[in-house]
């Protein structure tokens, strides 16, 4: 018996409503298409003639919209066609399986009206906002197109009106100088007060390093106080308090290094000894002069303890000078660099603990 394979069946019905959908479809990007293209001639050339030249950046998207243009309908166009194929040998092999043109495909029939109805009518509707949508994006071009072809002019009668003058270049010279200043003035406001955050969290780490917490019950990093110094002037240091009492102390000193200056911070409890010792800044050789990070080494652990009567104060050196603090191979000035600003830190509290320790206002009697 022979099977009558037809455009009747439900598949091909189908493939055909799929069909005049891509056509809608394609139709409709084709007048965005176009629309985009006369747009960008327009422009194009009215920037042109606003610099006086037939080149412009615009000319740049041409091809690329064409290209796009003509993959997009080469795409649709292979994409429907290898659909209609594919029902086709689907709807006939079905139909020579069951010996019968009525296969059980047809009970999809209704579905598929209905499918197709709604298709319909979702095109339908969409059709007027598509338009509209269209027509507003091409208002907004026109406003677009008129405000740059306006600024474009502005801009080319001041070139013309300052060419060759130096006025031009104080000018530009201005325009550059104030662009540079506002974009560095938002970068620090920005940034300054994550820059302080990052600061003080930075300092309550170290503060911690060299002041253990069970030696203190404040907030060590709030409690700095000043004092002047015959030799080292003005100093600033954290007073770590338990119950209101002082227990210890924190200060920072500057020493001289290879290539640069370094920062240490000292912990020193009420007895004149040693809590901790850590660098916070510095600019020495990576791989040499480096150890003196703890991270790096754990030489700066050495100082814990000591004071200045341990060792005594002749053997407050590195080996080599005849102390008692080993150096770096191949980096002997950076140790004893530190070697040097530890000592004064101790020296420093010796000459004031009263004053560190806020002995002296405590031992004040009261005025009557």
Avoid at 48 to 72: C, D, E, R, W
Avoid at 96 to 123: D, E
Avoid at 137 to 160: C, P
């Amino acid at each position: 018996m022979s099977v009558a394979v037809g455009p009747n069946t439900p598949l091909m019905r189908m493939c055909y409503n799929v069909r005049s959908v891509g056509v809608l479809i394609k139709q409709a990007l084709d007048r965005y298409l176009r629309l985009v293209r006369l747009n960008i001639r327009k422009t194009d050339r009215k920037l042109g003639l606003a610099i006086g030249s037939s080149t412009t950046p615009l000319t740049k998207l041409q091809p690329h919209v064409q290209m796009f243009n003509a993959y997009l309908k080469a795409s649709l166009g292979r994409s429907f066609h290898l659909l209609c194929i594919v029902v086709k040998r689907i709807d006939k092999w079905v139909a020579l399986a069951m010996g019968s043109p009525t296969t059980p495909l047809t009970r999809l029939n209704p579905y598929i009206k209905i499918v197709t109805g709604r298709v319909r009518s979702t095109v339908i509707y969409l059709k007027p906002i598509l338009k509209r949508n269209l027509r507003i994006s091409r208002v907004m071009v026109i406003k677009v197109d008129k405000k740059l072809h306006k600024a474009s002019q502005t801009f080319a009668a001041i070139l013309q009106h300052y060419d060759g003058k130096p006025e031009m270049q104080g000018m530009l010279l201005g325009v550059f100088a104030m662009a540079s200043a506002f974009f560095l003035a938002t970068a620090d406001l920005s940034t300054r007060n994550a820059i302080a955050e990052r600061a003080a969290e930075d300092l309550r780490y170290s503060l911690s390093q060299v002041v253990p917490a069970a030696k203190h019950n404040n907030n060590l990093a709030d409690d700095i106080a000043e004092l002047q110094d015959t030799e080292e002037g003005q100093v600033s240091f954290y007073r770590a308090r338990m119950n209101d009492d002082v227990a210890a102390i924190a200060l920072e000193m500057v020493s001289q290094g290879y290539s640069g200056s370094i920062k240490v911070l000292l912990g020193i409890d009420t007895g004149g000894n040693l809590l901790g010792v850590r660098v916070l800044a510095h600019t020495e050789t990576p791989g040499l002069g480096d150890k003196i990070e703890q991270k790096k080494s754990d030489w700066i652990l050495g100082f814990n303890g000591l004071s200045l009567g341990n060792p005594i104060a002749s053997k407050w050196k590195v080996k080599k000078d005849g102390g008692h603090f080993d150096q770096f191979s191949g980096a002997t000035i950076t140790p004893r660099a530190v070697v040097v600003a530890v000592r004064r830190g101790l020296e420093l509290f010796q000459r004031n603990r009263d004053q560190f320790l806020d002995i002296t206002k405590k031992s004040c009697p009261e005025s009557s």
